[in-house]
């Protein structure tokens, strides 16, 4: 196969895997710079992107036009993608705290059916990460820069019994008790998956 026909077909498949993405705008601000003449104003923007599949990632973006803004929060969002844990591709492994600031979230694992219960930005979060049942709770600011901040710090924390099991150098069974070999058998079946 020729170089050429390579690079394109890798191209093709980048640009296919970046259309598949979900992007979220959480929030445009006017910003303004005073300057000798008066006040120049521009936008920033912030962006959630997420595949709806265990990564997600969210940037932000300032320019003198709110589209350009968005552009830059957006690059910036799939730049930094993290990926995410689930368990049976639905909710969360375990319950996690987070905190940057004066935002500190809660986000609960949640049993099938109940969907995803958040507020505000933390909800575009969990839409593009692919949770579909969790329960969130923000305690303290609102200031969306901080909820999202503090979210990510939460994700970043948790690990799948795979994961923690080959951190101890055990295996999936053994963390488990008795009453949860079933569970156990299911954790395991589902870190497979990912």
Known sequence: MARGQREER???GRDREES???EKLVGINRVAKVVKGGRRFGFAALVIVGDGRGR????????????????????MARRTMIRVPLREG???HHDVFGHYGAGNVV???APAGTGIIAGGPMRAILEAL????????????????????????????????RQVASRRGKRVSDLFTRGDKAEAAEAAEAGAQE
Do not use: C, W
């Open 107 to 109: 986000l609960r694992a």
């Open 90 to 92: 639905r909710t969360l």
């Open 130 to 161: 692919g949770v579909q049942d969790v329960v969130a709770k923000s305690i303290g600011t609102s200031n969306p820069h901080n909820m999202i901040r503090a979210t990510f710090e939460a994700l970043q924390h948790i690990y799948s019994p």
């Open 10 to 12: 890798e191209r093709g």
């Open 56 to 75: 997600v990632g969210f940037g932000t973006g300032k320019a003198r036009e709110v589209p350009e803004s968005i552009r830059k929060a957006t690059e």
């Open 20 to 22: 598949d993405l979900i």
